[in-house]
């Protein structure tokens, strides 16, 4: 079983995960939230799967990713917040 | 550019990697697609930190190993047309030609709102074993699951397999349904043998039958949950619940193919004839799709219909009993997991159903139609489009799922416009091709 970590950045804060994780499972490092909704509450992945859009994060630059899919990298940049 | 295909299977799950499988032993070309960077579907996702089942380790080595199976992984279809459908991939986009389509697209859990469920740390039952298996931190937390159905056993015994704090495991289901369901097990051995190895790996959880969540309290994040049975209303401090009421088809790619769909119970599952065909010409589906069967199911269906994709009609009929047999025990489910009507009244008016637009139930009142109260609320008009909240007010009994053909409007997933762009003229000429194709077909 392969044990390496990948290092990536959320919010400006270093976050590790393991090698395959996906970016929700670095954001949730710092927390629970993710997103905030149109009225402002906190949210966090509901299903998991790409449905949703509840974890949707900035990556790398790019705006409205989801992070339950997408495969953390060493290096990543991810923004919080809509 | 367009690429061409003999078989095109859209996802990767147990029943779309049978389908290519199968399709492939036919030497034919086969491209396999599918959303998540490993294959397996839901129920066989890649597990960062632990081993796979052998059935899916197999599975995919299978996949693996043939050269005229061609695996895009990290990809979605974001619009379709007769025999060609649009699929974004890292961004970019690629035009795929196939004479047959397989939609392997699963299920999704039915999620239902109630006070506090929009509350960091609150989610589905499947949603975070699916998201525990990808590296969640989950070691050490304390998580009340809940909701109904053999799902929620297997998320327990994954989370608790990476070290969380199982604190219950809440069925709304009644002692006597559960004891039946149990008594029908012997027809099915794998499954009996299946029950018992999670019931020796939950050892130690209480299984609180007839009880369910009320509400969730926090602040930021889920601190506590409202636990409502015959004794009454309970309070358990928690750092995370998950909910989940069983599986939904996901039937939005096939309705925007124009494929007849047909209501199972509350929610549309994609037709099918024997040979698993849709009512259009060469797109057969499989699993899932066609009604919630399991992975049994879903397999020999997709076996079934990767044969009959690939023109070998013999070897997908040899497979009709298995099938039977495999669907017997799905017709179980809803018999036995029935849900009562108080998990559909949890939600109060000031409950947000559509998450996406922050629309509380109270808003959706004194409308005639779902299109009515979309236009006037944006419910169902956010990122999800409307496949959280309009499945949730389905099963509610607020909303008429839609079954006729194109009830679903392009693109099949919110997509960048750079993509569209990309495409140029893609969706005009495939909605110009769809709406002849209709007229043509009359009132099929």
Known sequence: ?82 | MTEPCDVLVIGAGPAGLAAARAAASHGVNVVLVDLQANPGGQIWRHDVRKSAPAAARLAVAEMRARSNLHWLPQAQVVATAPGRVLIEEAGLVREIEYGALVLATGARELLLPFPGWTLPGVSGAGALQALTKQGWPIAGKRVLLAGSGPLLLASAATLRRHGAQVLAICEQAPDAALMAFASQLWRWPGKLLQAAALRTRLAGVAYRRASWVRAAHGDERVREVEIESARGIERIACDQVAVGYGLVPNTELAAQLGCALELDGRHPRVRVDERLMTSVDGVYAAGEACGIGGVDVARVEGAMAGHAAAGADDAARALRPRRRHARAFADLLPRYFDLRDDVRKLAEPTTLVCRCEDVALAQLQGYSDARAAKLATRCGMGSCQGRICGTALTELGLLVPATRAHAARPPVFPTRLASLAAAGSYLDRSCSERTFLTESKGSV
Not at chain 1, 48 to 64: N, Y
Not at chain 1, 67 to 74: E, G, I, Q
Request: positive net charge; glycine residues 10%.
């Open chain 1, 1 to 82: 079983m392969k044990r390496s970590n990948v290092q990536l950045s959320i919010d400006g804060i270093a976050v590790e995960v393991p090698a395959g994780a996906n970016v929700a499972a670095a954001v949730a490092q710092l927390g629970l939230r993710f997103r905030r909704s149109r009225s402002g509450e906190a949210r966090a992945p509901l299903c998991g799967m790409g449905l949703c859009f509840e974890c949707r994060v900035s990556i790398d630059g790019v705006a409205h990713q989801r992070a339950c899919v997408v495969v953390a990298r060493d290096g990543m940049q991810v923004q919080r917040d809509d």
